[in-house]
T-cell receptor
């Protein structure tokens, strides 16, 4: 069983389109995250949810809207896609005691905007 | 913004040799973590060292932390071709609410 699963794995779409990426974790963790990895491999946090509540929003454009229907799911919806949105998006989760445990990452969604 | 720098950016060694990667950071931390990323894959958590710890071991991995210098190192002993990957350090803030990653070191182990 995959601990943190993301779908789709690859997403190719045209500028201006709206798309969603889904993430699910079966670890019973309370906190979930979205990270963006750019072409230079830099990883930057975008959002964090703790038990369905938004706790981190790192100055991400309003076109990005996370949604957490329950603590096992954190989806990312992106409106009006731009070329600069092309990147790999990673979902991750941690238990409530996140100071003492590492993150579990999904395998990533490679988004290409053309 | 990135927390700090990793050094070297890239490292190429022969199988069986040791690999050392360094990480520096800027702010006070609760913990420091190391992750591995194989090409085209997600990140895998390797080891976590708390701010009150100085050294930690896990199998062939040895991590040190010097909070006075705001630096850490990851040593992989007796490297294998399968260790070829990118290695990232990441710092957990005082309130544990987010992990900030360094730029990563690309390690290539030649067989």
């Amino acid at each position: 069983d995959t601990a943190v699963s993301q779908t789709p794995k690859y997403l190719v779409t045209q500028m201006g389109n709206d798309k969603s990426i889904k993430c699910e974790q079966n670890l019973g963790h309370d906190t979930m995250y979205w990270y963006k990895q750019d072409s230079k491999k830099f990883l930057k946090i975008m959002f964090s949810y703790n038990n369905k509540e938004l706790i981190i929003n790192e100055t991400v454009p309003n076109r990005f809207s996370p949604k957490s229907p329950d603590k096992a799911h954190l989806n990312l919806h992106i409106n009006s896609l731009e070329l600069g949105d092309s990147a790999v998006y990673f979902c991750a989760s941690t238990p409530v005691d996140r100071r003492n445990y590492g993150y579990t990452f999904g395998s990533g969604t490679r988004l290409t905007v053309v | 913004s990135q927390q700090g720098e990793e050094d070297p950016q890239a490292l190429s060694i022969q199988e069986g040799e040791n690999a050392t990667m360094n990480c520096s950071y800027k702010t006070s931390i609760n913990n420091l973590q190391w992750y591995r990323q194989n090409s085209g894959r997600g990140l895998v958590h390797l080891i976590l060292i708390r701010s009150n710890e100085r050294e930690k071991h896990s199998g062939r991995l040895r991590v040190t932390l010097d909070t006075s210098k705001k630096s850490s190192s990851l040593l992989i002993t007796a490297s294998r071709a399968a260790d070829t990957a990118s290695y990232f350090c990441a710092t957990g803030g005082l309130y544990g609410n987010k992990l900030v990653f360094g730029a990563g070191t690309i390690l290539r182990v030649k067989s």
